[in-house]
């Protein structure tokens, strides 16, 4: 366990010295920029902290899904079986991509806070409110990271790719067949309904603290415990798709695809 | 002696795709052993079961003495085939990092990586981007880090693969130097001249099975065949040219020896001479391995091939062969036998 975690540390380290070099970070670097002008420069009027956090809980997670997909890239190389054949467990390998992919949305993150700082004052929100705040955004960035990690093909062949990808549809698809579809389908079929409905409850309860935790952070309210259990929820749901991943890509044959 | 690998009845498929049949393999300690078969036999794959880089269908892997084959990659130096490092790293920096994944201590890192340099021949560019190096030196530097832990198996990829004739005797001669200290080698590769001057043993992987398993030093240097070209042949000389043996074979103006013994050679020659035939020229084929090569993966007999059992052909054969190799034998084989020569014609003289 500690060799896996010094090792996952080492590789990137490994991973975000190329990644540099080869300036790939050049893409976010103009995504942050980017989102800065569009949605956060100065225009005159005050900006408040749930304006602030509603554009960050939207960047940070496609931000994530974008760095991860570089990392996955770097990954998922021939590269990679010199770097396995040196001592590097899967697990190692898998996770020093995670982390890589976390810090570079991290340090973007940190840019476009410190942009937002120097130049457009957010009227409600103080040091600790602001890393309050951010904390279930940061969860939220890693969950997203984990996720494309899970769901690259470096760890999930096709079948299994598309089998999450239809849980997460269906997940999701009570909020898009909610009312009438629902109710159509309810004069039809009511039975098929009700496992319907208990099946988009049960799928839809995982993806309950990602939604919450953006909440949290817009509303920036964390006097009730429910707040704090949240994050718990957060992290530990983080903590399960990296394992579901891990698990995944020890399982498989490691055939990294030929660039 | 221990058997370092030992492969048991394994079986590979790729979807519907069978590559690997039973694969049964034993490469003991300290051999150079190499597996020869052509593209897509499942020498790569064979390569990749034994790091644990995919998981066999069915069947028994034993490396180092242990099934846990992640466990024991520290011991194991791996050069792929197509060798792509991550471009953005000086050799030094890259042999560094992968020291530390390795878990070696500093201090024995920086020396070691100075002396691997220093083997490869790349201590000029050591503190250059990878990408600006030759397609031979990235080839040096895979030699170099897979000697990093001084490991005691090599598994090595098709090492010479999409290099010039210099560039493949230079890596062949470095990993001849590689092959003295004593590691035990694993050689995947479809070229015979690699296999004839490196390994101990080779054994051909053909239709998902280790065919056929030969000493390399019994047929090394052996010529495959002999055509005799000669003037007009009437029938009557060819029906007795082809009463001297079954390997005899005679069109108008030419005789075929094969597989070669000079001894066959000679009474061939003899009946020629008798009869005041003009002798044109003698060409020797392709080499004794790579007619039994041939022949197994096509699926022919070999057995009138194999003739390391019989000791007087071997004691005739080996007189014959130690005078220099012929002009027909593979160029990259020649250049670095003759190389090997003169090196230990060195040594001699040294002594």
Redesign the interface.
């Known amino acids: 366990m500690i060799r896996t975690g010094k090792q996952a540390i080492l590789l990137t380290g490994f991973t975000l010295l190329e990644y540099l070099r080869s300036g790939r970070f050049f893409l976010e670097l103009t995504i942050v920029i980017a989102s800065y002008v569009v949605f956060l420069r100065p225009t005159g009027t005050p900006m408040n902290a749930g304006y602030l956090f509603t554009v960050a809980g939207i960047f940070g997670p496609v931000l994530a899904i974008l760095s991860t997909g570089f990392m996955i890239g770097l990954g998922d190389r021939p590269q990679g079986y010199i770097i396995l054949s040196h001592n590097v467990s899967r697990g190692a390998y898998l996770i020093g991509l995670f982390y890589a992919a976390c810090l570079v949305v991290l340090v973007m993150y940190g840019i476009l806070c410190l942009l937002v700082a120097l130049t457009n004052r957010v009227v409600d929100l103080d040091l600790i409110g602001w890393f309050l705040a951010s904390l279930p955004l940061i969860l939220n960035i890693g969950l997203f990271s984990a996720l494309t990690i899970l769901l690259s093909p470096l760890v999930l062949g096709t079948g299994w790719r598309l089998f999450v990808l239809a849980l997460i549809a269906l997940a999701l698809s009570s909020n898009v067949i909610g009312g009438p579809i629902i109710n159509q389908l309810e004069e039809i079929n009511p039975f098929l309904v009700t496992i319907l409905r208990a099946v988009q409850t049960v799928l839809s309860g995982p993806l309950v603290p990602i939604f919450y935790g953006y909440q949290i952070s817009i509303s920036g309210s964390f006097s009730e415990v429910s707040v704090w259990a949240n994050l718990v929820a957060q992290s530990s749901l983080l903590l399960a798709f990296l394992g579901l991943a891990r698990y995944a890509f020890n399982q498989r044959d490691l055939i990294f695809s030929v660039s | 002696m221990t058997d370092v690998i030992v492969v048991e009845g394994l079986t590979k498929s790729y979807g519907h795709v069978s590559v690997l049949r039973g694969v049964h393999l034993r490469v003991a300690a300290g051999e150079v052993y190499g597996l020869l078969g052509p593209n897509g036999a499942g020498k790569s794959t064979l390569i990749?079961l034994l790091?644990g880089?995919?998981?066999p269908d069915s069947g028994r892997i034993r490396v180092l003495g242990s099934a846990d084959l992640?466990a024991q990659?520290?011991q194991?130096?791996?050069i792929?085939e197509?060798q792509?490092?991550?471009?953005?790293?000086t050799p030094r920096e890259y042999l560094t990092?992968?020291?530390?994944?390795?878990?070696m201590p500093e201090t024995i890192l920086r020396k070691r990586i100075d002396e691997l340099l220093e083997l490869t021949g790349l201590t000029a560019v050591a503190n250059r981007y990878l990408r600006t190096l030759s397609k031979g030196m990235i080839q040096r530097l895979g030699i170099a880090?897979a000697l990093?832990?001084d490991p005691d198996l090599l598994l090595i990829d098709e090492p010479t693969s999409g290099l010039d004739l210099d560039g493949q005797q230079e890596l062949l001669v470095l990993l001849n130097d590689v092959r003295q200290r004593g590691h035990t080698v694993l050689l995947c590769t479809h070229r015979l001249a690699e296999v004839e001057y490196l390994c101990d043993r080779v054994g051909i992987l053909t239709n998902g099975k280790v065919a056929l398993e030969v000493n390399v030093a019994d047929v090394r240097h052996m010529t495959g065949s002999m055509v005799v070209q000669t003037g007009p042949l009437d029938l009557p000389l060819r029906q007795r040219l082809e009463m001297i043996g079954r390997e005899i074979r005679c069109d108008e103006q030419a005789v075929v020896i094969s597989p070669h013994s000079p001894e066959l050679q000679a009474k061939v020659l003899q009946v020629l001479i008798e009869a005041n035939v003009t002798i044109r020229a003698l060409e020797p084929q392709l080499s004794r391995l790579a007619q039994i090569y041939m022949r197994t993966v096509r699926g022919e007999p070999v057995d009138n091939l194999l003739v390391t059992d019989q000791a007087p052909l071997r004691a005739v054969l080996n007189e014959a062969i130690n005078p220099a190799p012929t002009d027909d034998i593979d160029p990259l084989l020649k250049r670095l036998l003759q190389r090997r020569e003169g090196d230990s014609r060195q040594k001699d003289g040294h002594q």
């Not at chain 2, 792509?84 to 790293?89: A, D, F, I, S, W």
């Not at chain 2, 990092?97 to 878990?103: E, I, V, Y």
């Open positions: 990749h790091l880089f995919l998981y992640e990659r520290r194991i130096g791996y792929p197509r792509r490092y991550h471009n953005y790293y990092f992968l020291g530390r994944f390795d878990g880090q990093l832990t």
